[in-house]
């Protein structure tokens, strides 16, 4: 058995996706790298997975599957995973190998001392095109180099939250909690990180920069002109997250408290994203989603309307707009909209 699996979902990707799995590859045996090949038909990415994993048969696996959505290649990540722990890594970033080492050296011991680790955080880093600086997300209300529990979390700060690129899961966890992403659609990295968090029991926070966020392309999903056009799918995925929010039956306050932040920023992003386009379909998108969220559950509605985040995205006039921006701009250090 695998130490970690790497699922790397890829769809057309050949220009990038060796510089990710070179990067992976650095784990040696101790790893699985899972490449799932979403259907590519545009470029020779099935050839390229094909050729890796004959070139290192004993740590990389080439699936290919029908044209599924990214959400679809995490399920069958997923599935085909035989590692302890489970890791997403998309196709055009990859991983640092000094930061890699402490991962892999943490989760060993974590087995090795009998540890049920749910959840291993560590930092990622936005390595934006052009830009001069980096910016790294770290988890500074976070215990260091230690397991911890919930109850043991400090404050998140409005604009902190555990994203996919700064999260590893235990492999059970996400079998045992039936985890299982829609497909065709974008930004289920969201739903990836949401859904198995009442499941979580114990984690370990690392302080090292692992990830590395690839920011700049023009096609990207997180391009906000692509969010704007894809605005269905954002809204798809903001509502399955209020219906995965069963507060009702999540017992640890912190838990409750840190769903529900992640989901007001979402909103905000849905709300400004609606917005932000300027068309009258788009508005009447917007108030359509707060009526669904008014149908679904009245207590949470007032709580997120009147939210101080949600509650800057409905405000009247041109001043309310400007306070809606503002909010966004919060949202975009979050997300890393280019």
């Not at 892999?104 to 095109?129: C, F, P, Q």
């Not at 910016?135 to 500074?140: A, I, Q, R």
């Not at 609606?274 to 559950?297: C, F, H, P, V």
């Not at 921006?325 to 949202?331: C, F, M, R, S, V």
């Amino acid at each position: 058995m695998k130490l970690l699996s790497f699922a790397v979902p890829c769809y057309n990707s050949a220009a990038y996706m060796e510089h990710c799995v070179e990067s992976l590859l650095h784990g040696g045996e101790d790893v699985e790298i899972i490449i799932v090949d979403d259907g590519s038909q545009k470029d020779n990415t099935a050839e390229i997975a094909d050729r890796l994993a004959a070139e290192h048969p004993t740590i990389i696996k080439a699936v290919h599957q029908e044209n599924g959505g990214h959400g679809q290649a995490v399920n069958t990540g997923l599935k085909n995973a035989t590692g302890l722990f489970f890791k997403v890594v998309d196709s055009d970033d990859w991983v640092d190998a000094e930061a890699y080492d402490k991962i892999l050296e943490t989760l060993r011991a974590s087995v090795e001392d009998g540890k049920n680790l749910d959840m291993l955080i560590s930092n990622y880093v936005y390595e934006k095109e052009g830009a001069l600086h980096k910016k790294v997300m770290s988890y500074s209300n976070l215990p260091v180099n230690q397991y911890f529990t919930w109850d043991e979390t400090g404050h998140f700060r409005k604009g902190q939250y555990i994203l996919m690129h700064s999260v590893i899961y235990r492999t059970k966890l996400l079998r045992d909690c039936g985890l299982e992403l829609p497909k065709h659609t974008f930004y289920v990295d969201n739903l990836y990180v949401f859904y198995p968090l009442p499941y979580v029991k114990n984690m370990y926070y690392l302080d090292v920069d692992f990830y590395r966020y690839f920011i700049g392309r023009d096609d990207q999903s997180v391009n906000e002109k692509v969010m704007i056009s894809r605005i269905d799918q954002q809204i798809k995925v903001n509502k399955l997250m209020l219906e995965a929010y069963d507060y009702k039956n999540i017992t640890n306050r912190h838990i409750r408290k840190y769903m529900f932040n992640y989901l007001e920023m979402i909103t905000v992003i849905s709300t400004v994203l609606l917005m932000k386009s300027g068309t009258a379909e788009n508005q009447q998108k917007r108030r359509d989603l707060w009526a669904y969220i008014k149908s679904q559950d009245y207590y949470l509605y007032r709580k997120l309307r009147y939210g101080i985040l949600c509650g800057t995205t409905n405000l009247p006039g041109h001043g309310g707009r400007a306070i809606s921006i503002t909010a966004y701009k919060i949202a975009q250090k979050v997300v890393g909209f280019n």
